[in-house]
C-alpha cells in the first residue's frame, strides 16, 4: 500500500514563497505521476500543476504559471511545487497525489490512485 504526504505549508505574506513536498512510502514511484490539487473553502477542488515520469511533462493551470514550478527526485521517492509570488487567491488546502502513467500527468482527479491528508497554504498579511 502505498501512503502519500505533504509537507511544507503555512502561512506567507503576498509576494512571498512556499515551498511544498510530497513523499511517497511503499514501493518505487518512477512509473507514476504526481498531482498538486487544491481547494478552497467554498470552492471545488482545483488542479494546480502535475509532472509525468520525468521533468519534460509538465501541467500548470493558467493562474500559476510562471509563479509555481513542479519538480520530482525520484530518488527520494518524492516530489516539490515551489510557490513564489504567492497571491491571496492562493490560499487553500494543498493536495498531492499519485498515479499510474506510461509518460504523462493528469489534471483529472480520477487519474490518481493515492492521495495525502493536505496542508494548509495561507497567503495573508
Known amino acids: 500500500q502505498l501512503e502519500v504526504a505533504e509537507s511544507g505549508g503555512g502561512l506567507v505574506q503576498p509576494g512571498g514563497s512556499l515551498r511544498l513536498s510530497c513523499a511517497g512510502s511503499g514501493f518505487p514511484l518512477d512509473y507514476y505521476a504526481f498531482g498538486w490539487f487544491r481547494q478552497a473553502p467554498g470552492k471545488e477542488r482545483e488542479a494546480v500543476s502535475c509532472i509525468g515520469i520525468n521533468d519534460d511533462t509538465t501541467y500548470y493551470v493558467d493562474s500559476v504559471k510562471g509563479r509555481f514550478t513542479v519538480g520530482r527526485d525520484n530518488a527520494k521517492n518524492t516530489a516539490y511545487l515551489q510557490m513564489n509570488s504567492l497571491k491571496p487567491e492562493d490560499t487553500a488546502v494543498y493536495y498531492c497525489?499519485?498515479?499510474?502513467?506510461?509518460?504523462?500527468?493528469?489534471?483529472?482527479?480520477?487519474?490518481?490512485?493515492?492521495w495525502g491528508q493536505g496542508t494548509q497554504v495561507t497567503v495573508s498579511s
Open positions: 497525489a499519485v498515479g499510474g502513467t506510461d509518460y504523462g500527468c493528469f489534471d483529472d482527479p480520477d487519474g490518481y490512485d493515492y
